[in-house]
């Protein structure tokens, strides 16, 4: 049996279908000039138990990307997100269940990428095409509330494909969901630390804590102790000792900066953008503050993609995007070589496949943390005049690596705004003791910011903060254990 593709002028038939006959739509986004894609035609569409499974239980579509026309057009903004699968398994709302982890990827080219392809050929086997698609079909089964089903497929894919490492951690993680009938009760709360540093876990416990008292509390007498010195008159309840633990840490960051500059340690331009990446960072962290991981995959908003995908992008975009090209202009700027792009095959090479679609919102956010102060470190070692070195990518022309920190610096705040849509369209609000949970985020980001470059500077001082940040966090736990068990 041979796969009969539709092509795009079919697609909204298929999604219409798909609805109608209860079979997710395969969309294969195909181009001649992928080797990856010439390579699925060859040793994975040809297969027969495969063609069969795609024929049966979907109906697939394939989209040329080369020269696309306007229908095409049309579908590949809407499924190739920068630099996506070219294998996704689709709802009839064009929600994607699944995309194939391993199969070639490829560069949305309409919104201003047209200079460069990040292209990759993959890595997937006929095997490991087989056992993506049985979870892609346990997350369909999963999402229509066919649990037995769902679980029945997942069983599958464990039992055919038990060396399968991603395969086996996505089935595992959606059977669970499927045998508590669609419920999935994790989330990033106190009891789940992301932080690594000791002042960073100190206002990480803090706000968590903070965030699951009711709003009920947010006034009432405060059960610690007063605040020192003049907060002394500010230390009457929540609020207040919340408001004065975002204070202590701008405070700090007030101190540190003068002291840096009394002791004549630098605190240059790459300092101070990698601090602003710093503060942008803690607020974007400080979005998912309340947030279970049951939201994670909704689809609320035509056209949108989900918070996993969000943040799975700008987790993407910053170690396997942005980190390669800002190290490949340093060094080539290093040895007074011109500007060049770093293929997305290397990138690939170097750091692995991107992100699967199983991690819980505390494994993605933990992860972002390491690889955040990762690139932080070892960014901090720029000096400014190799700022003005040039960076080549998908612009039409190489620009500043100054430029490049400052597209850095702003791209989790752009998706910080389609996250706070998705969440707004999803029902879920965010409680007044989360929005001054988020306010110690943002304390901890500007105080962290005074200290970038300077790794051990004060830390006596940040000892004190800390042990400062750590008992109100032991108080809010009291006042927690009074008003709800734990």
Known sequence: MAIKWANQHDFQTLLERSDIEDKPVLLDLHSPECSGCS????????????????????????????????????????H???????????????????????????????????????????HLTPETFRAQMLVG???????????????????????????????????????????????????????QQVTTSPLAAAVERFAQTVAALPDSVLMKDWVGKPGPGDW???????????????????????????ERAKQGVEFNDTHRLLGQHRFAYREFQSLFVGVPDSLLDKTPLRSERSIRENL???????????????????????????????????????????????????????????????????????????????SAWWELG??????????????PRDHAVSID???????????ANHRFASRLFSGLGTAEAALIGADGFMSDRVDALTATINERADEASRLLSQVAPV
């Not at 994607?96 to 919104?111: D, F, I, K, M, Q």
């Not at 190489?398 to 791209?411: A, T």
């Open 39 to 78: 390579g699925h035609d060859r040793s994975i569409y040809s297969d027969p138990e495969i063609a069969r499974d795609v024929m049966e239980h979907t109906l697939p579509v394939r989209v040329v990307t080369t020269n696309p026309d306007r229908a095409s057009t049309e579908i590949i903004n809407n």
């Open 80 to 122: 190739i997100f920068i630099w996506s699968p070219t294998v996704q398994l689709l709802a009839p709302d064009q929600t994607r269940y699944h995309e194939w982890n391993g199969a070639p990827r490829r560069t949305r080219l309409s919104v201003g990428y047209q200079s460069v392809f990040h292209d990759t050929a993959g």
């Open 137 to 191: 079909r346990g997350k369909a089964s999963l999402r229509k509330k066919k649990y037995g089903e769902a679980i029945r497929l997942f069983d599958e894919a464990i039992a055919r494909h038990p060396h399968d490492r991603v395969t086996v951690e996505e089935a595992e993680r959606w059977r669970k969901v499927a045998r508590e009938n669609g419920t999935i009760e994790t989330s990033w709360g106190f009891r």
């Open 232 to 258: 002394q008159w500010y230390s009457d309840c929540l609020r207040e000792v919340v408001l004065q633990g975002y204070q202590e840490l701008c405070d700090f960051a007030v101190v540190a900066e003068r």
């Open 312 to 390: 799975a992008h700008v987790i993407m975009a910053e170690w396997w995007a942005y980190r390669p090209q800002i190290l490949h202009a340093l060094d080539r700027g290093r040895q007074g070589l011109s500007p060049e792009v770093v293929p997305a095959t290397d990138t690939v090479a170097e750091h692995g496949e991107p992100l699967g679609s199983h991690e819980s919102l505390h494994e993605l956010l933990a992860l972002y943390e390491r690889l955040h102060l990762r690139n932080t470190q070892d960014y901090s070692g720029i000096t400014e005049d190799e700022l003005g070195i040039r």
């Open 398 to 411: 190489p620009v500043e690596l100054r430029f490049r920190l400052k597209r850095y610096i702003w791209h």
């Open 421 to 431: 849509k998705i969440l707004d369209a999803s029902g879920h609000r965010h409680t």
